[in-house]
């Protein structure tokens, strides 16, 4: 029996040749320097906010250098995977303008020339590289039981042996006749398809990472699983092939497998492929009672990228963080450059960390904090307008209703050198202005802080309203009749003078002031106390006053 008989018995149904799948997915057509770089995530539940850090390194890699980046579906274990879990990856992707360039993208369609690009449909490609291996006798069918497996891993264990099927735990499969190895598959036994490793675990193999530099890790000596006993490859098997026929350039995935790194290479070596660049990006990782650890999506909320669409956390303040992550000078170039395009900046290798990325949540607040300081009051509004439509529909009935006032009220201090920064997130918006529409202003409670007598509140607001309040004032005329209250009613109106003889008065100008803001807002801090009141109208104002005179 010759190998090729063998391995027609094995993979019986296998339509085309090896040869044939590397003419057709041919060379790019691609400049010097250019990155074919992807993202390979599995459908098997949220996007990971890991997974969205290695998509925008992705992606800005391969952009800046003038090449390409593509998505890939690896959803080649079949059983976590979620109903709608591609919908959902490439959904999420795009929600947080990760571009990709080919990939199932039209619908789970195809754009590009080197797909499928899930995996799922690239069954017949992967069987013509096994069937290939196992010619030339660097692959080998395997009947090892569930059973059998765990016994070899007891004895393993007695003895403190590496836990694994390799050498002499693998050797009477390695060693079986192909005779006897068809003898059992007609008989109908359950088989997998293993690689028959040339590795030496005493000896190292020496991989230069684009990140972390030079790594020495022994050799793969296992003899792992290419097919499953359904002919669906494993991961591992199906990212060579892919790899390889995409002709990806740059591999930038996360630490974590950095362990995978031997057995990937002697795959590659195997297969007669040069591997792609690895770039291994240092785990996001979170500190929690003072010891950091890997950020999961088991205990923590950020860990899901919807997390953020639902707080209404910019998509632009998520990505420049993320920047702030990758790239060590990032922040600093962000700064000197406030007015260009975060897509000018050039990502480096040597700027990313080798070690863990510490995911700071109060960082990412003030960087969207200032975001969104620097956009128009118009800007804010449509973008509350579209997060409020999903997450909070009557509050977006009031915003459409409402949409002078509104606008209005969001641009109270942001024309200005230093804008107000209020919130961080859209769904913070409605806390921030709820006042300013009439009809959420009944039933409300007061925060009246340092003047909380009522009957002392509502003569501060009857002389107020008698003798000094006029819509048509300017900021620094409105104030100086503030002062002038103050004086009237015995509260100092300058602040120096209630610092050297707070005894000489009731109060001063900022309780004064005070009292006004709360009685028409309910809150001691709010924007510009004088913009309100002209947005809110002289009706309204009156109306809010004797709310509180009764």
Known sequence: MTREEFADILLPNVEHTRVYYEEKYGKRNLGDGAMVTRLAPSPTGFVHIGSLYQAVAAQKLAHQSGGVCFLRIEDTDQKREVENGIEQIITSLKNYDVQFDEGPLNNGEDVGAYGPYIQSKRKDIYQAFVKDLLIKDLAYPSFLTEEEKEKITEKQKAIKSRIGY???????????????????VRAGIPYTIRLKSHGNFLRRVVIEDCIKGEISIPENDMDHILLKQDGIPTYHFAHAVDDTLMHTTHVTRGDEWISSLPFHIELFKALGYEPPKYAHLATIQKEEDGKKRKISKRKDPEANVLYYTEKGIPVKAVEIYLMTLLNSNFEEWYLENPNRDIHEFTLEFSKMSTSGALFDMEKLLNISKNYLSTLSALEVYQNTLEWAKVYDEDFANLLEKEKDIAIRTLNIERESEKPRKDFAMYSEVKQNIWYMFKENFDNVSYDWQKI??????????????????????????????????????????????????????????????????????????????????????????????EKIKG
């Open 166 to 184: 390799f050498g002499p735990w693998a050797s009477a499969e390695r060693n079986m006749s192909m005779e006897e190895a068809v003898e059992k």
């Open 452 to 545: 909380t007598d009522l009957e002392e509140i509502k003569h501060i607001l009857q002389v107020y309203m008698d003798k000094y309040y006029d819509i048509s004032d300017d900021n620094d005329e409105w104030f100086n009749k503030v002062k002038l209250l103050c004086d009237e009613l015995g509260y100092a109106s300058n602040m120096k003078d209630y610092k050297k003889n707070p005894e000489n008065y009731k109060g001063n100008v900022a309780d004064v002031s005070t009292v006004i803001r709360v009685a028409l807002t309910t809150s001691s801090r709010t924007p510009n106390l004088k913009d309100i009141m002209e947005i809110l109208g002289i009706d309204e104002v009156k109306r809010r006053i």
